[in-house]
């Protein structure tokens, strides 16, 4: 009975020990507790929304958490975060580090870094956290909207003002109109209530009569087959052959004109011809003069 | 009329004091006991094979000859448990917080409970009953003229049982509690092994894992050290054996709800 004790006992103690050591240390390297964590420490002039154990997050991913935080001697706040070695790579000399605080959840620290070859941030380097808080930003957003539609309620506010007040505009157009759809209701036409009486307005369809009768008139004269549209119409016909020949005689004139260019060409060459020639004669008479002398031998006078 | 009224008043002002201290004298002693146990605890001399045999035996019945049943607890009470709770974060939405919570209700509150109950409720008033009637019969004495060490014989391996039973069997009905729950979120949410493991494991924090070792320590130490002491509290009348364990007992429960009070206070500071 002993040893069958001792042997259950011990197969219990072995088998929940191995399972409880076996737990904690995977939960131990699940937690990176075995790698080699960098200390980073940023500074905020407000610890408000900051917490330790807060994550910290890159591209959405968590790299780490936050460590500590402490004042300094000029009351700046530090916050110590701890970043593990296979994410300390995301941690570049320009960095952002900003705590963003959103509408509903918990704050969390976001790392974002423009260029991952810039050099690595020195542990002893201190960088401030940029606060980012989604209720402000939302009030800023929504303040715009909010003046639109303060300055939509105060003009219903005020048409509604001005429909409760028997003296205002719309209660006058109301009332007016009311009276304009008596009026219409009372006459047979629209001109009639437009002049008042049933003289007035025969007169004005009279005159519309004779205007009639007078554009009926006119349209003869200008449209009609001896009218003065088809006179002009036969005019701008004549006038476009005549134009038409007058083109022709531009041509001729054009063509006559680079004739005289060209003979007043051949002239100069004439010309030159003809200096030559007379030259040649000049010559041709100096040389017969020179043969045969035309004036008396001149005396000669003797001593 | 007067007169018997200042009697009554005093009377109770009277019963109020006594059983003040009473309870003073009692937590007092029971402190007292504790350091005496924890001195001989980390005594080298106090281990004997003797000690060694009863403390196997003690474990042997504690632990191991209740096993079959506290998994069989663990597996239904924990899943049923388990499944209850997923359904409220279905329904509230809390899906996000799936980890913490069971990283908190099952690991740092609900294992510990569950076990201390169970053993509170099966060895405790045993080990109560034990003691008082070793007193009533005088064992306590033969072994004392035998010149055997009472407290390391018999009471230091009952208390060092405690400790090693509840901090294995909860962490048992832990590790039960939440393979179980794997199941129920499979079937609530579609979650994988992988992002089950991944949840449990990003909730799961050091600390919590420390107070629970440090709750189920102190659980299994007071579960087995009060009944002892009540034990001897035994006369040599038989009529005092019950009398021993139901006081025994209900200070094993007033000492389990003030460890974990104490224990819910340390883990929000």
């Known amino acids: ?303 | 009329m007067s007169g018997k009224k200042d009697i009554r008043m005093i009377d109770i002002i009277e019963r109020i004091g006594k059983t003040s201290i009473n309870a003073t004298r009692s937590f007092r002693d029971t402190l007292s006991f504790a350091f005496t146990i924890i001195l001989k605890m980390f005594s080298k001399n106090s281990y004997s094979s003797a000690t060694r045999m009863v403390l196997i035996n003690q474990i042997y019945f504690t632990s191991v000859q209740i096993l079959p049943l506290f998994i069989g607890i663990s597996i239904i009470l924990g899943s049923l448990l388990i499944g209850i709770v997923f359904q409220i974060i279905k329904t509230l939405g809390l899906a996000e917080y799936l980890g913490r919570i069971l990283m908190g209700l099952v690991v740092t509150e609900l294992s510990p409970f569950v076990t201390v109950l169970l053993i509170a409720l099966r060895s405790s008033s045993a080990i109560n009953a034990e003691i008082a009637v070793m007193k009533v019969n005088k064992e306590l004495n033969t072994l004392d003229k035998f010149n055997i060490d009472v407290i390391d014989y018999l009471f230091l391996p009952r208390v060092i049982n405690g400790v090693i039973s509840v901090v294995l069997l909860s962490a048992l009905f832990s590790i039960l509690t939440l393979t179980s729950g794997l199941l129920f979120s499979k079937l609530m949410f579609g979650m994988s092994l992988d992002t089950y493991s991944n949840v449990l494991l990003n909730s799961a924090n050091f600390y919590d894992i420390v107070i629970s070792l440090v709750k189920c320590c102190t659980f299994g130490f007071f579960i087995t050290l009060i009944p002892i002491r009540f034990g001897l509290h035994a006369t040599n009348d038989l009529t005092s054996i019950p009398i021993a364990v139901l006081n025994g007992m209900v200070d094993v429960f007033i000492a389990i709800v003030l460890i974990e009070v104490l224990s819910l206070i340390l883990s929000f500071i």
């Open chain 1, 1 to 303: 009975m002993s040893k069958k004790v001792e042997v259950k006992v011990g197969l219990f103690v072995v088998i929940t020990s191995v399972l409880i050591i076996a737990s904690v240390l995977y939960l131990a390297y699940s937690k990176g507790f075995f790698t080699r964590e960098y200390i980073y420490t940023l500074s905020s002039k407000s610890g408000e929304d900051l917490t330790e154990g807060m994550p910290v997050l890159f591209s959405g991913y968590k790299i780490g958490r936050v460590e500590t935080l402490e004042l300094n001697d000029q009351g700046i706040l530090l916050i110590k975060i701890r970043i593990p070695e296979q994410h300390s790579k995301w941690i570049r000399s320009d960095s952002t580090f900003s705590l963003y605080k959103p509408l509903i959840g918990s704050s969390r620290l976001i790392i974002a870094t423009e260029n991952l070859n810039s050099p690595a941030l020195s542990p002893k380097t201190i960088p401030e956290i940029v606060m980012v808080n989604d209720i402000n930003e939302s009030i800023k957003k929504v303040q715009p909207t909010l003046a639109k539609l303060d300055k939509v309620v105060t003009n219903i506010e005020r048409i509604t003002a001005n429909l409760a007040d028997p003296q205002g505009n719309v209660n006058k157009i109301l009332s007016h109109s009311e009276k304009l759809t008596g009026n219409l209701a009372k006459k047979d036409t629209l001109i009639e209530m437009a002049t008042g009486t049933p003289e007035s307005a025969q007169s004005v369809n009279e005159s519309l009569k004779k205007i009639r009768d007078l554009l009926a008139k006119t349209d003869d004269q200008v449209y009609g087959n001896d009218g003065a549209l088809p006179l002009v119409r036969k005019i701008l016909k004549d006038i476009i052959v005549k134009l038409e020949k007058i083109n022709t005689a531009l041509d001729n004139v054009v063509k006559i004109s680079a004739d005289a260019s060209d003979s007043t060409k051949d002239l100069k060459l004439l010309r030159t011809e003809i200096d030559t020639t007379v030259n040649s004669i000049d010559k041709l008479v100096s040389d017969i003069n020179k043969i045969l002398p035309s004036k008396k031998e001149p005396e000669i006078k003797l001593p």
